[in-house]
Structure formats: C-alpha cells, structure tokens
C-alpha cells in the first residue's frame, strides 16, 4: 500500500477535527492543531502522490509524514495521559501511532514500491 492512500485521508480526519473541535468547544487549539497538521499531511500526501506518478519516491514527503505522525502521537498520548478522555485524544493518539509505524516501515523497505513499467 503507498502512503499517499492513508495520508490524504489522515490529513482530511485532522482537518474535520480541527474544524469540528472549533464549532463545539471553541478551540482554537483544536482549529490550529487539527487543520495546520491535517493540511500539511495532505500536502505532504500530493506531493508524495505526484512522484508516484512519475515513478518516483518521494522521501522528503515521507519523512515529513513520519515528523507530523510522530509529533501528533506524542502530543495526544500526553492529552491522553493527562485527561482520560478518549475522544479526541485517545483516537487521535491511536490513529497516529499506526500512521507512525506505517510510515517507518515504508522508510524501512524503501518507500513506495513503483510497478514495473509494461511494455
């Protein structure tokens, strides 16, 4: 599985949470932390997106997955630790831990694998 298919979809769930913290609670922390990491996940998704299309890895794009998924689990583990709320922070903790371990193991075996090109 490539990057690009859990990324974008990881940065669009950030992004609603963000927005969705915001409208219910006021959040501006939620706002903040939620979009800028969900946009920069998604960025990050393109750009990875567009060397698969040219039939390239784009390491620059999974470390900046990785950097974002580490940061995120680490921060939420920590709002998980403190507080015992489950939602947002235990989700929110548990999806990036997966997403961390997926993006190290994509570094690991050297990133997205490019299909031989048919002749």
Excluded at 99 to 112: E, P, Q, R, S, W
Aim: proline share 3%; glycine share 14%; hydrophobic share 45%.
């Amino acid at each position: 599985m490539h990057d690009f298919c859990f990324t974008i979809p990881y940065g669009l769930i950030l992004v609603a949470g963000g927005i969705i913290g915001y409208a219910r609670k006021g959040s501006t922390a939620s706002l903040g932390g939620g979009v800028g990491t969900g946009l920069v996940l998604i960025l990050a998704g393109y750009l990875s997106l567009q060397a698969f299309h040219k039939r390239k890895n784009s390491y620059l794009a999974l470390i900046l997955e990785t950097a974002c998924a580490g940061i995120l689990t680490w921060v939420m583990v920590n709002r998980y630790l403190q507080t015992s709320k489950i939602m947002p922070a235990g989700i929110v903790a548990g999806i990036s831990v997966l997403m961390t371990a997926f993006y190290l193991y994509k570094i690991v075996t050297g990133g997205n694998h490019i299909p031989q090109k048919s002749e």
